[in-house]
DNA sequence: CTCGATCCCTGGACGC
DNA sequence: TGCGTCCAGGGATCGA
């Protein structure tokens, strides 16, 4: 489960790699999971890797223009979303291909820059120009970038389950549902909290906690919980650390107490219940409140 | 606006 | 051993 440390980590280990290479032709396999696979095909081949970066769990591959000569400045790249099993790396040309290798890219030293995923629920896709911008404008903010300020309105100004709002790409991009849980654990805050109803001080703390955990998960190159390879090849050592992602029943590293799994927002969420008070009221007592006729509230 | 449900997809875990 | 079933999960989409 690629989320931004396992990004960046691949990013980098990419930039060290291809960055500079040019792309002779590129073939693919099956596309359902690329926007537009005959662009890509077309217009990958010719043009320069100059830098792969992380862009929220976007792998950008920037590319350089086609030398025909004198043309208008657009940006392009290709943006690699790994989904949950996709793994991009250079390989030597002779290495056989493995199962589910959909886009093989062969480079001007000899490799090819391959593209493997069983369960294709990454996606590609070859952008350029204003579509580019577009596209990379509807994500949230960088949560390694924002500040306490530009968090605490992201967040507070939300109705949602804070669980909810930390998965949000639009919210803040790259956070996934492992680094949302350990730093719902390290800050103490109960996932089905509502973002607005999150005091000063546990913004605070969940910002430093999520900025701290991401940056030390960066550092031992992710976690490689179900099969995560970098564009080495080497695992991550991340899962070592982890608190209270897939730790169910077992006791919580704070108070012992065992930690336990509910679904928010639609997927595992594991937490302390003793450390992560959960919400007393709320929503619930709307709903109550409601069913015995004392809703006034307005419709729309 | 926010929610849950559903779909996409394959492999691994589990039960018999 | 082999088969069926369930589940994982990011994101898009749809209806409530």
């Not at 320069?48 to 043309?71: A, H």
């Not at 790249?77 to 493995?98: F, I, N, W």
């Amino acid at each position: 489960m690629p989320e931004l440390p396992e990004v960046e980590t691949v990013a980098r280990g990419l930039q060290r790699q291809i960055a500079g290479r040019r792309i002779l032709s590129v073939t693919l396999g099956k596309t359902d999971f690329i926007d537009n696979p005959e662009t890509v095909e077309k217009e990958l081949p010719g043009r320069r890797i100059y830098s792969v970066v992380r862009y929220g769990k976007f792998l950008l591959l920037r590319l350089t223009q086609k030398e025909n000569g004198g043309e208008t400045e657009r940006q392009s790249a290709l943006l690699v979303h790994l989904g949950m099993t996709g793994m991009l790396s250079p390989q030597p040309v002779g290495e056989p291909q493995v199962k589910h290798t959909h886009m093989v890219a062969l480079l001007d030293d000899g490799r090819e820059l391959r593209y493997i995923d069983p369960r294709r629920f990454g996606r590609m896709a070859y952008l350029a120009g204003e579509r580019l911008q577009e596209e990379l404008r509807r994500f949230g903010a960088d949560p390694l970038e924002a500040g306490l300020e530009e968090f605490t309105s992201r967040i507070r100004g939300r109705r949602a389950r804070i669980k909810a709002l930390l998965l949000d790409q639009q919210v803040l991009r790259g956070v996934g549902n492992i680094y949302a849980d350990e730093s719902l654990w390290k800050a103490r805050i109960h996932p089905k909290r509502l973002g607005v109803r999150l005091r000063e001080e546990q913004v605070k703390r969940l910002h430093s906690a999520l900025q701290g955990i991401l940056a030390r998960a960066i550092e031992l190159r992710g976690s490689s919980i179900a099969d995560f390879l970098d564009a080495e090849g080497q695992p991550g050592e991340y899962q070592r650390h982890h608190r209270a992602y897939g730790r169910e029943g077992k006791p919580c590293f704070r108070c012992k107490t065992r930690i336990k799994r509910v679904i928010v927002a639609g997927r595992s969420s594991y937490f302390c219940p003793q450390c992560q008070k959960a919400p007393r009221g709320g929503r619930e007592l709307r709903v109550r409140a409601r069913e015995r006729g004392e809703g006034h509230l307005k419709k729309s």
